[in-house]
C-alpha cells in the first residue's frame, strides 16, 4: 500500500529525529477545561467496533454505542483528555479537569481504524491506541490493521502505545523459558523490541504501555520501567488521582451491553486510597497463604455498613478489628492464579468509592526469577 504523502513526510521528519537520538510525540485536540490538581481521572478499555464475526463477543460496541457513552460522558460533566495530558499530569502536576476521561483501544484491530476513527476524529474526541506488533504484522487478513493504518493514525494525533509483543501472560512465561537469560531475553522482546519497532514505524516515541489481560508482578513492572515506559495501565476497574502510581494506572473495560448511564455511574466513582495491603500490591506468593489484609484511611468518612471486598469477580466475607484493619479469609489455593481484590465503600454523604490490587500466588517461584 502506498504511504499518503502527509504521512511520508511526517516520517522523513520522525526518521531524523531518531538518528538524533529524540523523538516527536502524538499531539491530540487539548479541549478548554478548568483545571485542578484534584483530578479524578477515568481510563476506558475498548477492543472492537462494529466487529461482525464472532458476534458474540463481550467486548465490541456498536458506533452507535460508542457515540452515546462519548456523549453521555461529556453531558455528565466529563472531559476527554489525551494521553499527553495524563503523561504530564503524573510527570510535573499539570492540571486535569476534575472528572477526566483517557478513551483507549486494546489490540489495534481493523474494525477500530474503519469505525471508530472516523467517529472519533469527527467529535474531536482525543484517544489512544495500544498495538502488539505480531497481531499488526499479519494485518487486515486476521482483522488487524497494518503500519500504514497506525501510522496515519499517529499522524493524526492518536497517541500509539505498546500492548506487547506478542500479547501473553507477562505473569506466565512460554514453557521453554528455563533459565534466567532466556526469561529475560523474553521480556526484552515483549517489552523492549515492542516498543523499538512501533517507534520505528511511527517515527514518534511510545512512552505508554498497556499490560495484557492486566497480568502483571513486580518483576516484570521493574522491567516496564527499565524498558522506558513512563505510563503503564491495567484494567482493575478502578479510578485514578495524582496519588496514583503513574505505572499501575487503572482502566475499565467496556463491554457491549454497557448503557451510557451504567458508564456514567461507574465512572462517578472516586478513588480509595488503600494502605498496608497484604499481599503487597503485584507481590508474588508462595507458600502457605489464608489472608489478605488491608488498612483504610478514609475509613472514618466511610458508612461501614456499604464496604464490600470482591476478589476475582466474588464478594468476599471479611473482619474489621478496632484499629480498623480489614483481613479477608481465603483458601489456600490449588494451582498457580492471580488476585485481583476490589474494595468498594460509600461515604457518608453517598459518594462511591472503589480501589484494587492485584497479586500473584505461584505454588512454586521458578529459580529463573
Not at 24 to 37: D, E, G, K, L, V
Not at 123 to 140: K, L, Q, R, T
Not at 176 to 191: G, M, P, T
Not at 350 to 364: H, L, N, P
Request: net charge neutral; with cysteine.
Amino acid at each position: 500500500m502506498k504511504i499518503p504523502s502527509v504521512v511520508a513526510a511526517l516520517l522523513l521528519t520522525a526518521f531524523s529525529a531518531i538518528a538524533a537520538g529524540a523523538l516527536p510525540t502524538a499531539t491530540a485536540p487539548s479541549p478548554t477545561f478548568q483545571a485542578t490538581p484534584n483530578a479524578v481521572l477515568s481510563v476506558l478499555c475498548y477492543h472492537n467496533v462494529d466487529l461482525l464475526k464472532p458476534k458474540d463477543t463481550p467486548y465490541s460496541v456498536t458506533s452507535s454505542l460508542l457515540e452515546q457513552h462519548i456523549l453521555a460522558l461529556q453531558k455528565a460533566g466529563f472531559t476527554f483528555v489525551s494521553m499527553e495530558q495524563v503523561r504530564k499530569f503524573y510527570d510535573s502536576g499539570l492540571p486535569l479537569p476534575a472528572k477526566a476521561v483517557l478513551l483507549t483501544f486494546d489490540d489495534g484491530r481493523y474494525d477500530v481504524y474503519v469505525h471508530a476513527y472516523p467517529l472519533l476524529r469527527s467529535m474531536g474526541v482525543p484517544w489512544a491506541m495500544f498495538v502488539y506488533p505480531s497481531g499488526i504484522n499479519v494485518g487486515h487478513d486476521r482483522n488487524f490493521m497494518n503500519w500504514d493504518d497506525v501510522r496515519d493514525l499517529a499522524a493524526h494525533g492518536v497517541a500509539i502505545g505498546s500492548h506487547s509483543w506478542d500479547h501473553p501472560y507477562l505473569t506466565k512465561p512460554p514453557a521453554n523459558v528455563v533459565s534466567a537469560a532466556e526469561y529475560s531475553a523474553w521480556l526484552d522482546k515483549e517489552l523492549v523490541s515492542s516498543k523499538k519497532t512501533i517507534e520505528k514505524e511511527i517515527g514518534m516515541q511510545v512512552y505508554a504501555f498497556a499490560t495484557p489481560f492486566g497480568a502483571l508482578d513486580g518483576v516484570v513492572q521493574k522491567r516496564i520501567v527499565a524498558a522506558g515506559y513512563s505510563l503503564s495501565f491495567n484494567v482493575y476497574g478502578s479510578g485514578n488521582d495524582l496519588k496514583s502510581d503513574p505505572l499501575y494506572l487503572n482502566r475499565l473495560i467496556v463491554v457491549a451491553k454497557e448503557s451510557p448511564e451504567a458508564l456514567v455511574k461507574r465512572l462517578g466513582e472516586k478513588p480509595l486510597h488503600l494502605a498496608k495491603q497484604r499481599p503487597a500490591p503485584l507481590s508474588i506468593v508462595s507458600g502457605a497463604f489464608d489472608r489478605m489484609e488491608f488498612a483504610l484511611p478514609e475509613l472514618p468518612e466511610l458508612d461501614r455498613s456499604t464496604l464490600k471486598v470482591i476478589v476475582n469477580g466474588e464478594d468476599a466475607p471479611f473482619t474489621v478489628d478496632a484499629e480498623g484493619g480489614i483481613t479477608v479469609k481465603v483458601a489456600l489455593p490449588e494451582r498457580d492464579k492471580g488476585y485481583l481484590v476490589a474494595v468498594r465503600a460509600e461515604s457518608k454523604t453517598g459518594a462511591i468509592y472503589s480501589q484494587s490490587w492485584y497479586f500473584v500466588f505461584r505454588k512454586e517461584i521458578p529459580g529463573y526469577i
